[in-house]
């Protein structure tokens, strides 16, 4: 079992900033990597971007160069900086954590997610 408690989302204009964060615990799993997910009503929830233990990055196209995915040093919180938003980033972002060893450096999600926190940007 793996709780992820999240923290961070709002309402901004566009144009500006949030950080998200999610601190991730478990007593009987290894966490190897953290992602992002949002989901837009009426969308399907899409990776908006994944950090590996490595410390390997991905990110969607949407959003390279805006925001940036980030872990501490107890690998035990992941954040989500945010920046020059835009009302197409407006969705609830929940946060997923990897569970599983990989043979290689890269991110594969397991089926635990945080309760979404809703971020909002307008015109």
């Known amino acids: 079992q793996v709780q992820l408690v999240e923290s961070g989302g709002g309402l901004v204009q566009a144009g500006g900033s949030l950080r998200l964060s999610c601190a991730a615990s478990t007593r009987i799993f290894s966490i190897y990597g953290m992602a992002w997910y949002r989901q837009a009503p009426g969308k399907q929830r899409e990776l908006v971007a994944a950090i590996t233990n490595g410390g390997n990055t991905n990110y969607v196209d949407s959003v390279k160069g805006r925001f940036t995915i980030s872990r501490d040093n107890a690998m035990n919180t992941v954040y989500l900086q945010m920046n020059s938003l835009k009302p197409e980033d407006t969705a609830v972002y929940y946060c997923?954590?990897?569970?599983?060893?990989?043979?290689?450096?890269?991110?594969?999600?397991?089926?635990?997610w945080g309760q979404g926190t809703q971020v909002t940007v307008s015109s």
């Open positions: 997923n954590a990897q569970v599983r060893r990989s043979s290689s450096d890269t991110y594969f999600p397991s089926n635990y």
